[in-house]
């Protein structure tokens, strides 16, 4: 069964508000949605519960790659992260790729952009700081771009 768009309920959703987690369809019904008001779930507790289980659920599966779930967490004390955040182009983007049927594509995309990159390290350094101090030679940046992009043609 297909979940419908929260705002004009005759579409299937595609995206979901960041703020109070409703699923939209378009960007029409997402500013429909702004004008009208949006505001965080008022149960924040049931909120953190569905995330903590989510989380249980997301490291059953762990692989060699795996970032521990406490690493994680730091992301959300990073005041360089929030800083970042609080520009509307990368959130709005970054939505538009969480929800995208094409990751790998929108991602090779975006490591053009300076902003996603700054974000990218930054996310980064809170998970792995040792990994900021490392310099990659031009044949390890080289096989990083074709590993990622050999991946991301997988994922397609």
Known sequence: MAVLCDVCETVEKKYKCPVCQIFYC????????????????????????????????????QTPDTVPIESLQLLAKSDKLKD???????????????????????????????????????????????????ELTDAEVLQAVKDSVDAAEDDL
């Open 26 to 61: 378009s960007l029409s019904c997402f500013k429909t949605h702004k004008d009208t008001g949006c505001n965080p779930p008022q149960n924040i507790q049931e909120l953190e519960i569905k995330e903590e289980e989510m989380c249980d659920e997301a490291f059953l599966f």
């Open 84 to 134: 970042l955040l609080a520009n509307p182009h990368l959130r709005e983007f970054l939505t538009i790729l969480d929800s995208s049927e094409e990751k790998g594509r929108l991602m090779r995309k975006a490591m053009k952009e300076p902003l996603f990159i700054e974000f990218v390290d930054s996310c980064l350094e809170v998970i792995d700081p040792d990994s900021v101090k490392k």
